[in-house]
T-cell receptor
Framework: DVKVTQSSRYLVKRTGEKVFLECVQD?????MFWYRQDPGLGLRLIYF???????EKGDIPEGYSVSREKKERFSLILESASTNQTSMYLC???????????????FGEGSWLTVV | GENVEQHPSTLSVQEGDSAVIKCTYS??????FPWYKQELGKRPQLIID?????GEKKDQRIAVTLNKTAKHFSLHITETQPEDSAVYFC????????????FGQGTELSVKP
């Protein structure tokens, strides 16, 4: 029943490390998203992708990059992790052309990242 | 771009009371407004949504109202139960945004037995 999978649920990384957060969906969706969730700030969009090898910046892209080499996989990369990137990261996917509907947006279970 | 403000940040009610959470948005082009419930450690789950051509929508104990002129929408939960305790998020987008949701800051609802 799980449709969007974030392989790492809990990670602890050191400052300066390169971090990869992986998201895989098995629904052949074109659109994929990375959000960051912090208490009191809600979910903020980091990057999104409408197709393989395509990416667009969201509201808070600084310090992050993404990779979409295959349609089913959307990776979030922290080139040099910092303590202010300690957060919960949520991936989501949507089939293009369905028209926006909450029922067609699927979220992963989240990845809790702690940078020490 | 779109900006969504959500209030209150925390809300505590007695079981059986009603709870109301309010959101305002800035982009008049937004035309789809979902509400999500997120229980601790779990992914957000859609609970109700409303499109801009509708002023109100109801699903059992949950209702959402939309005022396009004022650019605000609200979630109403009646006869609250302890299992309603969670964080609730509103969001806004338009049909041509390809699913790019802009979320409010979240409301932590606590329903006391």
């Amino acid at each position: 029943d799980v449709k969007v999978t974030q392989s790492s649920r809990y990670l602890v990384k050191r400052t300066g490390e390169k971090v990869f957060l992986e998201c895989v969906q098995d629904m052949d969706h074109e659109n994929m998203f990375w959000y960051r969730q912090d208490p009191g700030l809600g979910l903020r969009l980091i990057y999104f992708s409408y197709d393989v090898k395509m990416k667009e910046k969201g509201d808070i892209p600084e310090g992050y990059s993404v990779s979409r080499e295959k349609k089913e996989r959307f990776s979030l990369i922290l080139e040099s992790a910092s303590t202010n990137q300690t957060s919960m990261y949520l991936c989501a996917s949507l089939r293009a052309g369905t028209g926006i509907s909450g029922n067609t947006i699927y979220f992963g279970e989240g990845s809790w990242l702690t940078v020490v | 771009g779109e900006n969504v403000e959500q209030h209150p940040s925390t809300l505590s009610v007695q079981e059986g009371d009603s709870a109301v959470i309010k959101c305002t948005y800035s982009d008049s082009a937004s035309n789809y407004f979902p509400w999500y419930k997120q229980e601790l450690g779990k992914r957000p789950q859609l609970i109700i949504d409303i499109r801009s051509n509708v002023g109100e929508k109801k699903d059992q104990r949950i209702a959402v109202t939309l005022n396009k002129t004022a650019k605000h929408f609200s979630l109403h939960i009646t006869e609250t139960q302890p299992e309603d305790s969670a964080v609730y998020f509103c969001a806004a987008t338009s049909y041509n945004q390809g699913g790019k949701l802009i979320f409010g800051q979240g409301t932590e609802l606590s329903v006391k037995p």
